[in-house]
């Protein structure tokens, strides 16, 4: 097992699931963005990881345009040194756009975590030696007016054969990893990987989302998880 065939398994189980109103489009970046997602895999996802954070779903601006979790443009192509070809979702809102590493925008999001990755750890090789970033599911929800709807917030029916099949692929994907910690980035990331894993040996933490919504991480994100990740034993 690796991380292409847990790739290939997820995509084959997300393919059949349909989601109604007010979902109008649903992106796969692991999908049109493979490229991208593999070469990280292969470059810093080699086992095992002391720590795992965990992401909820991709990004406007970050995951849906590089496949990278928290994908931030700058980051990914600058710091992780990863640029490949990025396809088309299969329907694209009008509002959310895939430009791929040609989009000019910013997500906050991946530029708070992989700034305090790149600040505390220095190189990639430092960062990824101990840690590795994934997201819990692969698939961005847009309603009609251009407006994101996160995993939690769809319909019983919809969201349960989700979580079905990306808690089947984590649970993988730890497996695979063999961390100390799996650490939710957010409290719904947090709730998945302890409904996922039940190895006793692995500590399921959480820590702070760093979204621009989240007025915790408006005040200084950077000290905030550092702080939160030494009270969970996690020294650097």
């Not at 692991?30 to 965990?54: F, H, M, N, W």
């Not at 809102?93 to 000019?104: E, I, Q, S």
């Not at 990987?193 to 200084?220: C, D, E, F, K, Y």
Request: net charge positive; proline share 8%.
């Amino acid at each position: 097992m690796d991380h292409e065939n847990i790739i290939d398994d997820l995509l084959d189980d997300l393919r059949s699931l349909r989601f109604g109103a007010p979902v109008t489009h649903v992106y796969n970046p692991l999908d049109y963005a493979r490229k991208p997602y593999s070469q990280y895999c292969r470059r810093y996802g080699t086992p095992p990881k002391e720590i795992v954070l965990v992401g909820m779903n991709p990004g406007p601006w970050g995951m849906a345009q590089t496949g990278i979790p928290f994908g931030e443009i700058t980051a990914v192509k600058e710091w992780m040194k990863i640029e490949a070809p990025v396809g088309q979702p299969a329907s694209a809102h009008p509002k959310r756009p895939v430009l791929g590493f040609a989009c000019r925008r910013s997500e906050v999001s991946g530029r708070r975590l992989w700034r305090w990755a790149q600040k505390t750890f220095k190189t990639p090789a430092n960062f990824f030696s101990r840690f590795f970033v994934a997201n819990y599911c692969p698939l961005q929800f847009i309603e009609s007016s251009g407006r994101n709807r996160t995993p939690n917030q769809l319909r019983g029916d919809e969201k349960s054969l989700l979580l079905t099949a990306c808690d089947k692929a984590l649970k993988r994907t730890i497996e695979l990893l063999q961390p100390r910690y799996v650490i939710g980035v957010g409290k719904f990331a947090q709730e998945r990987a302890g409904a996922a894993i039940s190895n006793p040996a692995i500590t399921v933490a959480g820590i702070t989302h760093p979204s621009p919504a989240n007025p915790r991480a408006n005040r200084g994100w950077d000290a905030l998880v550092r702080q939160e990740l030494r009270d969970l034993g996690i020294k650097f």
